[in-house]
């Protein structure tokens, strides 16, 4: 289970503020053992988003957003209102964000923020890392992840050991903030930099009592299972 | 304020020079490099555990070079410490004498002798410049006062004047003044057109850069550079005399080179940071033939 929990309303507002156009898509794994996402969490935030003036393109939930393929062939049926689309409003753990920008050429922002993944691990299939911050920062780095994509998790950029777009850690890893400078330029987004906050706060990291033990794998609940079959035959 | 901060305040080219506290506690020979530079330099920087290779701490060093009353700029990385105790040292510092601060993220720690260490970048060089900044306000980064504020310390920062991509490294080098940056020293550089191209660039902060020398020692050490240092470029035309010198030659060849690409970018900049890295001997001689 990765434990992840919604981010401040407040701060979802401030980060979709630029877009005016968002699609939402939802992870029916982990958050729905979290209570931070599934069908109720998405109605809210289209409620929000519409209040806000904001036009929702659509929306979608997949089984495991940290599966990559499952990502592109869903989202391939909502391509015609992609491409009316500003901005993915994702609703997962750090890496279903990742694997969503990484999926799609657009930005995305996280509904949620994601918490240490201690005891059981969630579902990790491809490149992408959630190291559990707390303070999801993806929005502002275009789904690149800057605390596991840079050896020295930093959140101010690039330190002076990028060569060639390589980290000083090892000759063949990819330099995390390089990754990010280039995604950004490409989205034109480089002034997101400018917003990311120049100190972190530890205490985010730890997952609270409460949260660790109230909180089910996805897959152990068969009412789960039942709902997203639900939604498949829906979809259908 | 410090000699540093008064000297480039007045916009005198200013001289900084740099010396590598030893592994161990004999000090004869880290002393005798500051016996050649010391009265060439307005401060000397001391490194933090440079390349993540363990040393005596440079707090330390600064705080007996402030005893033998020379001017000390005090290094700090954050691979090794926390904020706890980067603040707390800097006020340990502060008591010391010590003034002038050079903030810096530091290499990892898998590029030196104890690469099974943890890693610690609690601060990165911008968060290590905001901490200086609340201290110098009277706070720390808890927000909790100080008794008896270190308003008066002179903090600075580095820049990497040939990066790659450049855009990224302005957009860091605007956050570092944004967090409070006073001065910089740059990565060293070889090419007068590269570092005027970066100086139009950065001119408009109206932040005092030195240019950062390390003098090229050999063929074989411009290959280095050129192969593992990352944004350091040296031309085959700076290469190519040294090679064609002879071994008793170099020397001299070699500082002739310096002292050329100094005259050149003199106009650019408000001073130079030579790391001279054992040749501390000929820096004398280096600055004659520069007229500074």
């Not at chain 1, 940290?66 to 062939?73: A, E, I, M």
């Amino acid at each position: 289970m990765v434990v992840n929990v919604p981010k401040p309303e407040e701060e979802v507002k401030d980060l979709i503020s630029e877009y005016s156009s968002i699609f939402i898509l939802g992870c029916g794994g982990c958050p729905i053992g979290c209570k931070s996402g599934g069908e109720e969490r998405i109605k809210e935030l289209e409620n929000m988003l519409v209040k806000e003036g904001k036009s929702v393109t659509g929306w979608q939930l997949i089984d495991f957003l940290c599966n990559k393929v499952l990502v592109g062939t869903r989202l391939r049926n909502h391509i015609s209102k992609l491409k009316q689309t500003d901005c993915i409003l994702v609703v997962s753990c750090g890496i279903g964000v990742q694997a969503t920008s990484n999926m799609v050429d657009l930005p995305v922002v996280p509904a949620n923020d994601t918490l240490s993944s201690q005891g059981m691990q969630g579902l990790w299939p491809s490149s992408e890392r959630c190291a559990g911050c707390g303070t999801c920062y993806l929005a502002l780095t275009g789904g690149i992840c800057p605390i596991t994509t840079c050896s020295k998790s930093l959140i101010n950029g690039m330190c002076g050991g990028q060569h060639d777009g390589k980290c000083e850690v090892e000759k063949d890893r990819d330099c995390g903030w390089y990754l990010i400078y280039e995604k950004l330029k490409s989205i034109n987004k480089l002034d997101n930099l400018k917003k990311i906050p120049k100190l972190r706060d530890y205490r985010k990291m730890d997952v609270p009592d409460s949260k660790r033990n109230t909180t089910r794998w996805a897959l152990e609940k068969a009412i789960i299972y039942e709902a997203s079959m639900e939604f498949e035959k829906e979809e259908e | 304020m410090s000699k540093l901060q008064e000297s480039l305040q007045e916009g005198k080219f200013t001289i900084t020079g740099e010396i590598g506290p030893p592994k161990g506690v004999d000090l004869t020979h880290c002393w005798q490099e500051v016996e050649y530079i010391k009265d060439r330099v307005v401060a000397i920087n001391v490194t933090d555990n440079q390349s993540s290779v363990m040393r005596i701490s440079s707090q330390s060093i600064c705080a007996l070079l402030v005893q033998k009353g020379l001017e000390p700029i005090l290094q700090i990385t954050c691979r090794d410490r926390n904020r706890l105790a980067i603040q707390s040292d800097i006020l340990g510092g502060y008591a010391q004498g010590i003034r002038n601060i050079l903030a810096l993220t530091g290499d990892h720690n898998t590029a030196g002798d104890h690469p099974e260490s943890k890693p610690v970048f609690d601060l990165d060089s911008v968060s290590l410049l905001t901490a200086i900044s609340k201290l110098k306000s009277g706070r720390d980064l808890a927000n909790q006062e100080l008794e008896g504020t270190p308003s008066d310390i002179f903090a600075g920062a580095t820049v990497t004047p040939g990066a790659d991509p450049l855009e990224m490294q302005l957009i860091k080098f605007e956050r570092k003044i944004e967090a409070g940056a006073q001065f910089f020293q740059t990565q060293a550089i070889y090419e007068p057109k590269v570092f005027e191209t970066f100086m139009n660039k950065v001119s408009k902060y109206g932040v005092p850069v030195l240019c950062g020398i390390v003098i090229i020692k050999s063929p074989g050490m411009a290959k280095y550079m050129n192969n593992f240092v990352p944004g350091v470029f040296v031309p085959d035309s700076m290469i190519k005399p040294l090679a064609e010198a002879s071994k008793e030659d170099r020397p001299k060849r070699s500082i002739e080179l310096m002292a050329e690409f100094i005259r050149e970018i003199r106009p650019m900049c408000q001073g130079i940071h030579i790391m001279a890295m054992g040749w501390e001997k000929y820096v004398p001689q280096l600055l004659d033939m520069c007229d500074l």
